[in-house]
């Protein structure tokens, strides 16, 4: 401090300050400084109780200065002390665009996967710690108090029906995403989930501690610095082409493909859900995982099968690329007379020997014949089955129907076997067990314009609809429409 006057005097003020969240000052006295001399203080030791910038003033003057205060950095595995009882670790972070997690759904009968993924100009920090309660009595806390510098942590999972992030998959120990309580002397150890940008996620990644609560700097960081040069290298996936057939028979599966490039720097694990939304839905569906580790400018293309049990359309997608959607319309199956069509269930169905025929005769030694009400006639087909898979859905002869112009004809029931104009037993259901084969007869009464050659045979179960209908190779037969009975139709 200058003296501009004429004599010794003693100059007396205070550090304030003046920007900043703080209340700190010093007093400041410099004694006896003679005219136009210059005096100093005494070293004024100042603390602050946060990082931050702050702007110092001296009372009585216009001088003022700025200091910044920097975090106490730590390194990944060092500790801190919070209080005389508690103590964080921070482990580590590793960075990831995707993880999976799963749905639990009917009744936890079902799982469906899900996709936690990060948008486009970000990046998921996957980070672990430890803490310590050393003192003699429980304390609480909240772990998400560190956290990223830049972004923020998850507390939900963007799926509600998958509940908390304890639904992600493969990951040791539980997410700290909730406030802990620790006995004397206990600890745990967790980890939470965040969405940070890359441009951080690139650079010297950092989890800081805020003593104030304020938009501040924070007052403790864990820093973690790319393992080599400047820069994080991370990875980075885009879709580079997305192919599904745009109609699909009900009950069957049908492959699509889809490729994926690492257009990012560095390598990682690609990961994906399959998923698909009906026309009536609002939740999209996961069907399929997918996951490949790619190096940069490497790419994979994935052929799995997709297949739906009901009539209608639906959009299929591969999340995390939400933008890219393809229709699909399911439509039922048609086979021809003779050809196979194999169940979702797992059980192989062929119709043939279709024939029209004015009577069915079920014991030979009657005189009598069964004969339909009139304007109708019979129509007949053997049904063969046979059990592909070892856990089966088994069918039943009333699975199957005769639909014509919006109609719907149910089978006959006739009380024994057949013998004439057929011979053989009645089909009732398929086997049970593997390899096991059924073989018999279905008999309809429809109108006598519903013949072998425009018939439409339809087999349906929740799951599937398959029909059949005549084709250049069908054999069809009639046996005589006048009938010589005294039997009533049925």
Do not use: C
Not at 20 to 46: C, E, F, L, Y
Not at 355 to 371: C, H, K, L, M, P
């Amino acid at each position: 401090m200058a003296n501009t006057g004429g004599r010794n005097g003693t100059f007396t003020g205070q550090i304030q300050v003046t920007k900043g969240r703080s209340n700190t000052t010093a007093n400041v006295s410099i004694d006896d400084v003679q005219p136009g001399k210059v005096g100093k203080a005494n070293d004024t030791a100042i603390s602050f109780p946060a990082a931050d910038t702050y702007t110092l003033s001296l009372t009585g003057t216009n001088a003022t200065h700025t200091v910044t205060v920097d975090p106490i950095v730590k390194q990944p595995g060092q500790s801190l002390a919070f209080s005389d009882s508690l103590t964080a670790t921070v482990k580590s972070a590793r960075f990831t665009p995707a993880l999976f997690f799963t749905i639990q759904s009917g009744f936890n009968t079902s799982k469906q996967p899900g996709l936690v993924a990060a948008s486009s100009d970000k990046i998921l920090a996957f980070v672990r710690m430890r803490f310590e309660n050393t003192g003699t009595e429980s304390i609480e806390f909240n772990p998400t108090a560190i956290a990223p510098t830049k972004g923020s942590y998850y507390s939900s999972l963007p799926d509600s029906r998958a509940g908390g992030l304890s639904a992600i998959s493969n990951i040791n120990g539980s997410p700290l995403s909730r406030p802990v309580r620790l006995s004397a002397g206990g600890q745990t150890e967790g980890w939470l989930l965040a969405q940070v940008p890359r441009s951080a996620a690139k650079q010297v990644f950092s989890l800081g501690y805020q003593v104030d609560g304020a938009k501040t700097p924070p007052e403790v960081e864990w820093r973690f610095p790319p393992k080599s040069g400047s820069r994080r290298k991370l990875p980075s996936f885009s879709l580079q082409n997305f192919s599904m057939p745009k109609q699909v028979e009900v009950g069957t599966e049908r492959q699509y493909s889809f490729t994926v490039k690492n257009t990012g720097t560095g390598g990682g694990m690609f990961r994906a859900v399959s998923q698909f939304r009906p026309p009536d839905g609002q939740n999209w569906v996961g069907f399929h995982r997918h996951s490949a580790r790619l190096q940069p400018g490497a790419t994979k293309t994935f052929k799995p099968t997709m297949g739906y049990g009901s009539l209608g359309g639906g959009n299929y997608r591969i999340r995390p690329f939400d933008g890219q959607q393809r229709s699909v319309t399911f439509v039922p199956a048609t086979r021809s007379f003779g050809k196979g069509y194999t169940t979702p269930g797992g059980v192989k169905i062929t119709l043939n020997g279709l024939q029209a025929s004015g009577f069915y005769v079920i014991n030979e030694s009657w005189a009598d014949r069964t004969t339909p009400d009139s304007g109708q006639h019979y129509l007949l087909v053997r049904v063969n089955t046979k059990v592909i898979e070892q856990q089966a859905d088994g069918i039943s002869n009333e699975d199957f129907t005769i639909n014509h112009n919006g109609t719907s004809y149910d089978i006959e029931y006739p009380v024994s076997d057949l013998k004439q104009p057929v011979r053989g037993g009645l089909f009732t259901e398929s086997g049970e067990t593997q390899s096991a084969t059924s073989t018999g007869w279905l008999v309809f009464a429809v109108p006598q314009t519903i013949t072998p050659q425009n018939v439409t045979i339809q087999w349906s179960q929740d799951n599937a609809t398959v029909r059949w209908q005549a084709g250049q190779n069908s054999s069809t037969t009639s046996s005589p429409a006048t009938p010589s009975s005294t039997t009533t139709g049925r």
